[in-house]
T-cell receptor
Framework: GQQVMQIPQYQHVQEGEDFTTYCNSSTTLSNIQWYKQRPGGHPVFLIQLVKSGEVKKQKRLTFQFGEAKKNSSLHITATQTTDVGTYFCAGPGSGNTGKLIFGQGTTLQVKP | KAGVTQTPRYLIKTRGQQVTLSCSPISGHRSVSWYQQTPGQGLQFLFEYFSETQRNKGNFPGRFSGRQFSNSRSEMNVSTLELGDSALYLC???????????FGSGTQLSVL
């Protein structure tokens, strides 16, 4: 079945270092979404990418959607302790039925 | 605008019992999705409802069921609970499904 994979599963960085998480889908996606879940919290929507090769920035966060619309990445420049959490990518399931398939997530720990 | 509300926040049940979880979506949202989150499995899609109709179902046994009411509120039921059902159950709403999801705080279910 359709799968969305994320790597790495965990990442520990020193505050100020950069961080990147990668997302790969087994099928072409019409769009990809990114969510952040803080420890003890619930996932919160960050962004949606729709176009092939699209790049969007939110302050220190840069999101990319691959040319083939099967992969995506999230890059954080100069991490801060507030970036701690788990980052999920998600893509629509087959058919237009409101199903989102989530990657396993990348948990980011930032050492001050 | 009130967010997605899930009740109860915590539940402790024993094996063999059944449980009903409730979700009130954001006003105006007609799509409600349910996800199971466990540390090892990430966010697993359970089902999605739109205008009282189940549009999609994940790979869960028939013990997991749900419904949506005319006011878009949704409930999910798990019968004959098993230890492996212990998880955080998240409800998410969106306008029509497939776009930006708004998650509730979840119901933490522990099966003893």
């Amino acid at each position: 079945g359709q799968q969305v994979m994320q790597i790495p599963q965990y990442q520990h960085v020193q505050e100020g270092e950069d961080f990147t998480t990668y997302c790969n889908s087994s099928t072409t996606l019409s769009n990809i979404q990114w969510y952040k879940q803080r420890p003890g919290g619930h996932p919160v929507f960050l962004i949606q990418l729709v176009k092939s090769g699209e790049v969007k920035k939110q302050k220190r966060l840069t999101f990319q959607f691959g040319e083939a619309k099967k992969n995506s990445s999230l890059h954080i420049t100069a991490t801060q302790t507030t970036d701690v959490g788990t980052y999920f990518c998600a893509g629509p399931g087959s058919g237009n039925t409101g199903k989102l398939i989530f990657g396993q997530g990348t948990t980011l720990q930032v050492k001050p | 605008k009130a967010g997605v509300t899930q009740t109860p926040r915590y539940l402790i049940k024993t094996r063999g019992q059944q449980v009903t979880l409730s979700c009130s979506p954001i006003s105006g949202h007609r799509s409600v999705s349910w996800y199971q989150q466990t540390p090892g499995q990430g966010l697993q899609f359970l089902f999605e409802y739109f205008s009282e109709t189940q549009r999609n179902k994940g790979n869960f046994p028939g013990r997991f069921s749900g419904r949506q009411f005319s006011n878009s509120r949704s409930e999910m039921n798990v019968s004959t609970l098993e230890l492996g059902d212990s998880a955080l159950y998240l409800c998410a709403s969106s306008l029509a499904g497939g776009e930006k999801l708004f998650f509730g705080s979840g119901t933490q279910l522990s099966v003893l």
